[in-house]
């Protein structure tokens, strides 16, 4: 594998070979944070995935730091996303004024819990991030833009395409 400071396209080989030098590290990376192997296993095959799907924007020089990062990423998003869900959950028990246990109920939360998964992993990821740093994190447009390096502006359309999906396909006010 040549080790140039320049773009890349990996090819096949170069993938396998990365895959089988990393994938392991990668997968105990994520286990260390988030204890369950069954998530850290999905994780890091979707970071090689998405890795895959960049092939092209590579540098070789950064290979196993990008893909460190695109687990990472990968992992926040899992997290934040779990979070979005118990939010939901407890705004509604709050609204019921107990726990509802009947299986209606259940089935409902099931559905609406699966229809949140895929709408918020629809959202493009850009605007993801800033909904879920926004939403679940707490942090101001003004933090996001300092973390991220783009303008309060750029935050404030992300996070409006984040809103307008989610409000479009769930139906609800957000």
């Known amino acids: 594998m040549n080790t140039q400071n320049q773009i890349h396209k990996i090819s096949e080989k170069e993938f396998k070979e990365l895959f089988d030098k990393y994938y392991d590290s990668i997968r105990s990376f994520i ?9 850290s296993e999905d994780i890091a095959q ?19 730091t990008y893909l460190y990062t695109i687990a990472n990423n990968l992992m926040l998003n899992h997290i934040k996303h779990g979070k979005v869900v118990l939010q939901f959950e407890q705004k509604q028990n709050k609204k019921d004024g107990e726990v509802e246990t009947n299986p209606e109920y259940k089935m409902e939360l099931e559905e609406f819990q699966s229809m949140l998964d895929k709408t918020i992993n629809e959202i493009p990821e850009k605007s993801r991030t800033v909904f879920l740093m926004n939403r679940i994190d707490g942090l101001t447009y003004g933090e996001i833009s ?12 992300r996070m409006s395409k984040a809103l307008s999906i989610l409000r479009k396909e769930l139906d609800i006010n957000i």
């Open 31 to 39: 286990y260390y944070k988030i204890g369950d192997i069954d998530l």
């Open 46 to 64: 979707e970071a090689f995935v998405k890795f895959w799907e960049s092939r092209d924007k590579v540098i070789l020089d950064t290979v196993k």
């Open 146 to 157: 300092e973390r991220l390096g783009v303008s309060v502006k750029a935050i404030e359309k």
